[in-house]
Nanobody, 127 residues
């Protein structure tokens, strides 16, 4: 069983920074691809960024490119999302997710490709 636990959310002023963490546990999770998604009130869950541990590659949504960086520490099985230059539109619950794909090149933005989800952490950006 895979467990994902996010932390690091909070309230920040526009222009500020936060770093989210996702602690992963469970068999084989270090071989998965992982991603960050977010969901604002009244909106669908949307892709933010993904990383493939084995492929060593990352992919980010256009809306966060240049501001957010996904990274991970495989030894600690911890995923990070460094968020800089935050804007009010970034306000959402942020979720960590794991994709069991054997494809070392897959970096999916499709919510349905992810098999495990954390409980989410709230990020609020004030103007």
């Amino acid at each position: 069983q895979v467990q994902l636990v996010e932390s690091g959310g909070g309230l920040v002023q526009a222009g500020g920074s936060l770093r989210l963490s996702c602690a992963a546990s469970g068999r084989a999770v270090s071989t998965y691809a992982m991603g960050w998604f977010r969901q604002a009130p009244g909106k669908e869950r949307e892709f933010v960024a993904a990383i493939n541990w084995r492929g060593g590659t990352t992919y980010s949504a256009d809306s966060v490119k240049g501001r957010f960086t996904i990274s991970g520490d495989n030894a600690k099985m911890t995923l990070y999302l460094q968020m800089n230059s935050l804007i009010p539109e970034d306000t959402a619950v942020y979720y960590c997710a794991a994709d069991r794909t054997p494809d070392i090149l897959r970096l999916s933005s499709n919510i349905h490709d992810y098999d495990y989800w954390g409980q989410g952490t709230q990020v609020t950006v004030s103007s």
